[in-house]
């Protein structure tokens, strides 16, 4: 509702899997939380040089979120 508080809680892939399955299919739940989740093991390997690009530490969803909350409400 408009007006209401946004609010987001931190949760583990498996939380936010299951609550995404109420709502998607699961090949496109699966497929989302691969494109937002944290780097997998292959996606460094392809990509190690992400800080040195970028001059920074990569960050996760939750920290982007953080930053930008405000743009949610």
Excluded: C, K, N, Y
């Excluded at 936010?16 to 998607?24: K, N, S, T, V």
């Excluded at 953080?66 to 409400?73: K, L, P, Q, S, Y």
Aim: glycine share 6%; net charge negative; hydrophobic share 40%.
């Amino acid at each position: 509702m408009l007006g209401e508080p946004v609010r987001f809680t931190e949760q583990t892939r498996e939380q936010a899997r299951e609550q995404m399955l109420a709502f998607m299919p699961e090949p496109v739940a699966d497929g989302t939380l691969q494109i937002i989740g944290a780097p997998t093991a292959a996606e460094l390997r392809i990509s190690p040089d992400v800080p040195r690009v970028l001059d920074r530490p990569a960050r996760t969803f939750a920290d982007w979120l953080g930053r930008h909350v405000d743009a949610f409400r």
